[in-house]
């Protein structure tokens, strides 16, 4: 993983057709695709290892998954997931095992949304970060505010996004994907206005994959809430116990 993401930082268009890096990058993401993102190492290293995940006053309504015990269903899943994952079968893979043909189809979609979206992976990772605080979803949070940042997300940004506030300091772009977001989630519409800023910054295809990666995500911060999945014990919460 460590040398993955040397590759990738020095070569920061290799999901581009055009990319010179494209053919060793995309040998080396047969077996090293970072689907779910998550920055860090902490969260590594097992089945058995996330079995830890939740602290012990509060359980996962889902027992968390360890490799010995997956079914032939779902080992060829776990497997994929192992590869690439720092949060192992952890995460939102532990409830998307408990179905595994619909797990592998969302695990494909998510390579697709984290690697070869037509977003800039800065707007990208400002849209899961957005859903991450609208859900208080710990693991989202966790995982992509460091990653928000690495693609050069402003840390103010974040930290306005994470204090509930409309981040003050945004690039243009940053507060079209902002504004249209919040409207779609919070009124379940565009208005005109909003959708006119929209489509003077970004095309078509990226209008479309900005709402399916919001909406993917949604997906996953509804089933870990629904699970009560949260983070390995001993790490720090986001959202604290009382906070809105």
Not at 39 to 64: L, M
Not at 80 to 99: H, T
Request: with cysteine; charged share 20%; glycine share 6%.
């Amino acid at each position: 993983m460590k040398l993955f993401r040397v590759m990738t930082a020095s070569c920061p268009s290799f999901i581009s057709k055009k990319s010179t890096c494209r053919p060793l990058v995309a040998a080396m993401t047969l077996g090293l695709w970072t689907v779910f993102g998550v920055a860090s190492t902490a969260w590594a290293d097992g089945g058995k290892e996330v079995a830890k995940e939740q602290s012990a006053e509060h359980p996962p309504r889902f027992e968390q998954l360890t490799l010995e015990q997956l079914n032939v269903y779902q080992k060829p899943l776990g497997e994929q997931v192992m590869k690439v994952s720092s949060v192992g079968i952890g995460g939102p893979y532990n409830p998307l095992l408990r179905s595994p043909v619909m797990g592998q189809r969302m695990f494909d979609l998510l390579y697709y949304l984290r690697w070869n979206s037509s977003m800039p992976l800065r707007l990208n990772e400002f849209a899961i970060l957005i859903v991450g605080r609208q859900w208080r979803s710990q693991v989202e949070w966790a995982a992509h505010a460091p990653l928000a940042i690495k693609a050069g997300l402003s840390p103010e940004v974040v930290a306005d996004l994470k204090a509930q506030k409309r981040p003050a300091k945004m690039q243009p772009d940053e507060a079209v994907v902002y504004d249209m977001l919040d409207e779609l989630t919070q009124t379940h519409k565009l208005s005109d206005a909003t959708y006119a800023r929209a489509k003077a910054l970004f095309t078509e295809q990226q209008l479309v994959d900005l709402s399916v990666v919001t909406g993917t995500y949604i997906t996953l911060a509804l089933m870990m809430s629904m699970v009560e999945q949260g983070l390995p014990a001993g790490r720090e919460l986001a959202f604290k116990a009382g906070e809105p």
